[in-house]
Nanobody, 124 residues
Framework: QVQLVESGGGLVKAGGSLRLSCAAS????????MGWFRQAPGKEREFVAR????????YYADSMKGRFTISRDNAKNTVYLQMNSLKPEDTAVYYC?????????????????WGQGTQVTVSS
């Protein structure tokens, strides 16, 4: 098991930036792939980005490409999501998730540990 705690959410104006953090404890973090997902009001949770255990491989949902950057610091047991050029439609609760698997990393079902989420609100 790994415990995940997100932070860094808040209220920002459209065009602004936020950096989310997800601190991990428990299972060896450096062996886990990490993902970010989000859930907007009235919508299903959706994939945002993922990063492999080494940090060398990343992948983004199409609507986040060029605006969001996922990274990790294995020495600090933390994964980050830098979000730039935010839009009102980015408003959601953002969750980080961990998995020891190496495939299917854009799918919720692949992840076995989830954080509690952090709210991001983008005003127009």
């Amino acid at each position: 098991q790994v415990q995940l705690v997100e932070s860094g959410g808040g209220l920002v104006k459209a065009g602004g930036s936020l950096r989310l953090s997800c601190a991990a404890s428990g299972r060896t973090f450096s062996r886990d792939a990490m993902g970010w997902f989000r859930q907007a009001p009235g919508k299903e949770r959706e994939f945002v980005a993922r990063i492999d255990w080494s940090g060398r491989s990343t992948y983004y949902a199409d609507s986040m490409k060029g605006r969001f950057t996922i990274s990790r610091d294995n020495a600090k047991n933390t994964v980050y999501l830098q979000m730039n050029s935010l839009k009102p439609e980015d408003t959601a609760v953002y969750y980080c998730a961990a998995t020891p698997r190496t495939t299917g990393l854009s799918l919720e079902i692949t992840y076995d540990n989830w954080g509690q989420g952090t709210q991001v609100t983008v005003s127009s």
